[in-house]
Structure formats: structure tokens, C-alpha cells
């Protein structure tokens, strides 16, 4: 088992990159199941006595849910970079070690947007139930919100690729051998 | 909402509150309905908002009271029945278990009540319990009320009873909000609280001294339940010598988050009502002021306080219906029923 954990997390950064991408997709999915179930609550109680509002009440209620897959997105990111997925693991402890800082700030951002997000859906959510015809353009307030867990999921994918591309900061003599 | 309910959870009924409270009955609504001169026009008005399944025939004007009591709690009890935390419209229905215990505690202690009940939440057979000294699960202070009132009976001359009954009983609401007060946790609420009880203490206080009733049965009865430094104390010590500095003193102490605008609205309504007998001006000025507090959580997308919001623009919508239909049925003229009709929450 020590054996293990020194291979993983001091002779490789493969180990921190793992916990990175499992702490990126996990928080990432926790914000965005809070913020479907605030949407959805808010719609549930408007359709209850406005069911033909289905339609414009979907967009706004599943708009947190795009925090959960950007989520996803950075951790495929991370284990097809430092090729956990390939089986040729090319990371120093130090890369593995900046993969999970990246993940755990990405987490925080797309956690927190998914529950501003939320709360902006259903201010849309009210206003597109007290004025229909407003629907479309409602979408846009929670929309907005949208723009700075693509910047977070953006720029964590430029930095993993920067820190994982050959002859990089990755590259190590040392660790840079086939290990598996 | 005070009891852990978390705020998200406020969500379902927040939507649904959004949505009725487009339904709510507007001004223009009811400077038409006041124009209406035939009974035929009014229900013809009425008809055209959510009021059409009550009102299908004018004679269903007339018994307007319990169409309108059944329209009002029936939205209250479905609203109640969704809320994580019922506290928000027990504050709407405990003004009838007031009411109830009023009328429980007169018959009983003078035989004068009227053996009328409005819906409740607080099962009359219990009161009858907490009479016979027999265990039941109250509220504290409704048993210390009515343990209070069985001993002002020997207490106090058979003429004083009914007046110190109600000065007991609405003592124990005054406090009974405080305890809702200290358990809610959304400041605007509380403030509204703070405000209800110190208007509607400050009318007991002017009722009392209009019926020119003893003061110390007004310092046993009414006053007991507060601490030595609670703004009702004050106020009923300085409203012999009631002059705007100690109004504003006393209030800008005791409402410390409110807005300086807001206190200054206080003092001036309630100081200009000081030397006046008790007259539906003070009523009309305090309901509009209380309502202005609570109407900025129309804007806030969810939460208790928007539910509260709603349930308060409620109550006003059905108070003036009552007013213009009542007034209509009863050809009271248009000038005093228009001078009386609070402002619409939309």
C-alpha cells in the first residue's frame, strides 16, 4: 500500500491529478444538482397553476446543470493529459500537485455559478411567469452567470494543457519513463 | 424559516406565490368596483378576476363575509400546507385564535362572549382544557392568559372585566408576536414585527386612555408581560407627555435597522395621531405604512419573505372587498368608504 502511495504521489504527480479530477467533477456535480433543484422548485411552483409554461420553464430550470458537465469536461481533461487514461503517466509530483490546485478552484467556481446561476433562473423563472411573452428574453439573465463557468472551464483546460504539454513543465528525466 | 428550514426549500411556494400574486386585485380594480353603482356592475367586476367561482349570482353579494372569508382561507391553508415552515401564516391566522380566546374567556368569565368561532389553529376544546386546569399542549403564554384571566375575575369589578380581558388577551398577542420575532430569521420580517407590535400597542394604549380606563389596571394587565425597557413601557409612560422627541427617541431605539426614512415615517404618523380620539384615520395610515414595509420583497425571487409579502397583500385585498362590498350592499356613500380602502399590495 505505501509502495502504492509513494509511486502515485511522490515518485509521479498521477495520484494528485486523480484527486483533482475526482474533486472538480464532484463539486462541480453537487453545485449543479443544488441549483436544478432550486430552478426546478421555483418552475414546479409556477406551473402548478401554469402548466402551458412547460416549454420556456425547461431552458431555465436545466441551465445549472451545464456547471455538472464542465465539471465533467476538466476531469476527462485531466486524465487524458496526464495520461491516466493512456496508461502512460508523464507527470512530476509538482504538475500533479498545480493539476489539483487548478481542479479544486475550478470545483469552487463552477459550484458557486451553479447556485448563482440558480438564483437568477428563478428570478427569469418569475418573470417569465408573470409576463410569458418575456420567455426568451429572460433566458438570457441566468445566461449571463453562464459566462464565468466557461471562463473557469476554459482557462483550466489552457492550464492543464500547458503544464502537460511535452517538453514542458511535465517533462522530467527522472519520472518521464513508461511506468506501467 | 427560524427553525431550520433552509432557504432553497422556499422555492416551490415561492414560484407559486409569484404567479397568484399577478391574480391580486389593483387599485384601478377598486376605484371601479367603488364606481359600480348597481350591484349587477359590481358582479360583472368581480367576474373578470379570480373571485368568479364565489360570485355567481348578486345574491351572493350579500353574503359577501363568508364568500370571502372561505376564498381567504382556503389560499391561506394551501399556501400553509406548502411552506417548510409554518410560522410565516400562523402570524395571519393566530389574529382569529385571538379572537376565539376573547370570546372563550368572556363567556366563560362574565357569560358576555359571543359563542362565535372564526378557523383557528388552536382547537377551542383545548382552551376549555387549560380553563379546567387540565394539561394541554399551548403556547405558554396563551396559558398564562387564560390563568390570568380566571384570576382578574375575582380581581377586578365585574364592569372592568370585559376591557381587562381584552387588555390581558391582547398583552399576550403583543408578546406572542415578540416570540415569532425572536425566531424568524429575515430581517425585513422582523422588522415588520417590531413595527406591528409597536402600532398595535400603541393603539391598545390609545383605546385605554380614550375609555379613560384605570392605569393601573393598564400597568398590571396589559404591561406585565413586558421587560422593564420594552418600547410599550416607554412609550406608555411618555404618552401623557407624548411630544415627537420622545417618539422618535423611543423608536430610533428600538428600530435601529430601519431606515432613517422609515423611522421618521413612524414618528410623524403615529405623533399626528396622539391627540386625536380614536378615529379609522390611524388604522388607515398604519396598514398603508406597514404594507409599504413589506412591498420591496416583491423583488426578492424567493424565500419566506416573499411569501409573507403575498399573504399580507392578501389580507388587504379581502379587508377592502369586504369594505367596498360591505359598504355597496349597505349603501354607505362612496367618500367614506374610499377615505377607509388601504393601498393594493400590486
Known amino acids: ?180 | 424559516m427560524g427553525n431550520g428550514a433552509l432557504h432553497h426549500e422556499w422555492c416551490y411556494v415561492s414560484g407559486l406565490v409569484n404567479v397568484l400574486e399577478c391574480k391580486l386585485l389593483n387599485t384601478i380594480f377598486f376605484d371601479r368596483l367603488l364606481s359600480s353603482n348597481v350591484l349587477g356592475d359590481m358582479l360583472i367586476n368581480l367576474n373578470n378576476t379570480t373571485l368568479k367561482t364565489y360570485f355567481t349570482h348578486v345574491k351572493h353579494l350579500y353574503e359577501f363575509e363568508t364568500l370571502l372569508d372561505d376564498y381567504y382561507y382556503t389560499r391561506l391553508y394551501e399556501i400553509r400546507s406548502l411552506t417548510p415552515d409554518s410560522t410565516v401564516c400562523d402570524f395571519f391566522l393566530i389574529k382569529n385564535d385571538i379572537l376565539n380566546l376573547k370570546n372563550f374567556v368572556k363567556l366563560k368569565a362574565c357569560g358576555t362572549g359571543v359563542d362565535k368561532y372564526s378557523r383557528e389553529t388552536i382547537d377551542k376544546n383545548k382552551y376549555d382544557d387549560t380553563w379546567n386546569d387540565e394539561a394541554v399542549s399551548l403556547p405558554e403564554v396563551i396559558k398564562e392568559t387564560v390563568s390570568l384571566s380566571k384570576k382578574s375575575m375575582t380581581a377586578v369589578k365585574k364592569e372592568e372585566l370585559p376591557f381587562v380581558i381584552d387588555l390581558i388577551i391582547d398583552g399576550a398577542y403583543l408578546k406572542y408576536i415578540e416570540n415569532i420575532h425572536k425566531t424568524i430569521k429575515v430581517e425585513i420580517i422582523k422588522r415588520y414585527m417590531m413595527a406591528y407590535q409597536f402600532i398595535k400597542g400603541f393603539e391598545v394604549l390609545r383605546r385605554a386612555m380614550a375609555l379613560k380606563l384605570d392605569i393601573n389596571l393598564l400597568n398590571k394587565y396589559f404591561l406585565m408581560g413586558f421587560d422593564q425597557c420594552h418600547m410599550l413601557r416607554k412609550l406608555f409612560t411618555d404618552t401623557v407627555r407624548t411630544s415627537e422627541k420622545t417618539f422618535r427617541e423611543i423608536i430610533v431605539e428600538t428600530h435601529c435597522n430601519a431606515s432613517l426614512q422609515e423611522n421618521e415615517m413612524l414618528v410623524r404618523m403615529i405623533s399626528s395621531n396622539t391627540s386625536k380620539n380614536i378615529s379609522f384615520q390611524y388604522e388607515v395610515e398604519t396598514d398603508n405604512y406597514l404594507l409599504d414595509m413589506i412591498r420591496p420583497v416583491k423583488y426578492t425571487p424567493f424565500g419566506p419573505e416573499r411569501v409573507f409579502g403575498y399573504l399580507c397583500g392578501l389580507t388587504t385585498e379581502v379587508f377592502n372587498l369586504k369594505l367596498v362590498l360591505g359598504g355597496k350592499v349597505h349603501k354607505i356613500g362612496n367618500n367614506l368608504l374610499k377615505e377607509r380602502l388601504r393601498k393594493a399590495y400590486v
Do not use: D
Open chain 1, 1 to 180: 500500500m505505501i509502495e502504492l502511495l509513494k509511486l502515485y504521489f511522490v515518485q509521479t504527480g498521477c495520484g494528485w491529478a486523480i484527486l483533482g479530477a475526482i474533486i472538480v467533477v464532484t463539486v462541480s456535480c453537487l453545485g449543479s444538482a443544488k441549483g436544478i433543484l432550486i430552478a426546478s422548485s421555483q418552475a414546479a411552483g409556477v406551473l402548478s397553476e401554469k402548466p402551458e409554461l412547460f416549454g420556456k420553464m425547461l431552458v431555465l430550470m436545466a441551465l445549472p446543470g451545464t456547471q455538472g458537465f464542465y465539471g465533467f469536461i476538466g476531469a476527462i481533461m485531466i486524465a487524458l493529459r496526464t495520461g491516466v487514461i493512456a496508461g502512460h503517466i508523464s507527470i512530476s509530483p509538482s504538475v500533479g500537485l498545480a493539476i489539483l490546485a487548478i481542479a479544486i478552484c475550478m470545483g469552487i467556481v463552477e459550484y458557486f455559478t451553479a447556485l448563482m446561476q440558480a438564483k437568477a433562473a428563478t428570478a427569469a423563472i418569475n418573470l417569465t411567469g408573470k409576463q410569458p411573452e418575456e420567455g426568451g428574453r429572460a433566458i438570457l439573465i441566468p445566461a449571463l452567470v453562464e459566462t464565468y463557468a466557461v471562463i473557469a472551464l476554459l482557462i483550466s483546460i489552457l492550464l492543464i494543457t500547458w503544464l502537460t504539454k511535452e517538453g514542458g513543465i511535465s517533462y522530467s528525466p527522472r519520472t518521464g519513463t513508461e511506468i506501467w
